[in-house]
């Protein structure tokens, strides 16, 4: 019974969400800065990790994610409103960083040089201080590892595991079935402990 009426709250609370999301995005089509720019601050940390998992640069990242927006914005009227924002906006965003990697002649920097700006930062501020060492060279060993994936693995780990999307998030942003979201990142998180295997 408790289940149950648990599980009609979160369902209501989805549907007041998608509502909200659906006025936003038809204010923004009206010519509603305000509007957009909350849809801006409700995903711009999401955008930024997002970018960052492809590009593995602080400020690439913050600029790639901001021009994504740019174009989001310049782009809404094309928006169905029914969807969710950031499906539509990630899709952009995603193009933008893969033509930027295949576009731009140096190598972006490895994920080790930018632990302080990861998400979900390994703690290291500890009173023993070889323990803060092993936990920072874990750090860099992780981030390390997911620079060596390939572009799908990576992308997958960073929704799942720093971003903490659900399963159906994730097959709604790739547009890709749940199943598939499943073997990729079962397949993803494989590749991520090779690169680990014997360092730990």
Not at 169 to 196: C, F, H, W
Request: aromatic share 10%; charged share 25%; net charge positive.
């Amino acid at each position: 019974m408790q289940a149950t009426i648990y599980s009609e709250k979160v369902k209501t609370s989805m549907v007041k969400a998608m509502a909200s999301e659906r006025d936003l995005i038809l204010r923004c089509q009206q010519g509603d800065k305000n509007a957009f720019g909350t849809l801006v601050q409700k995903y711009m940390q999401r955008a930024y990790y997002s970018a960052l998992g492809f590009v593995g640069s602080h400020d690439n990242a913050l600029d790639l994610s901001q021009e994504a927006f740019v174009r989001a914005y310049r782009a809404i009227q094309k928006l169905d409103a029914n969807r969710t924002f950031y499906t539509w906006y990630y899709a952009i965003l995603r193009n933008l960083c893969l033509n930027f990697k295949r576009d731009t002649a140096r190598r972006a920097r490895s994920f080790s040089e930018i632990g302080e700006h990861s998400l979900r930062t390994i703690p290291d501020q500890v009173a023993d201080t070889s323990r803060g060492a092993e936990l920072h060279e874990l750090q860099s060993a992780v981030w390390n590892g997911l620079d060596k994936l390939n572009e799908k693995e990576k992308e997958i780990i960073i929704l799942r595991d720093i971003q903490e999307l659900s399963y159906n998030e994730i097959a709604s942003t790739l547009d890709i079935p749940q199943g598939t979201v499943m073997s990729r990142l079962y397949n993803a998180r494989k590749s991520l402990r090779a690169q680990l295997d014997g360092k730990f």
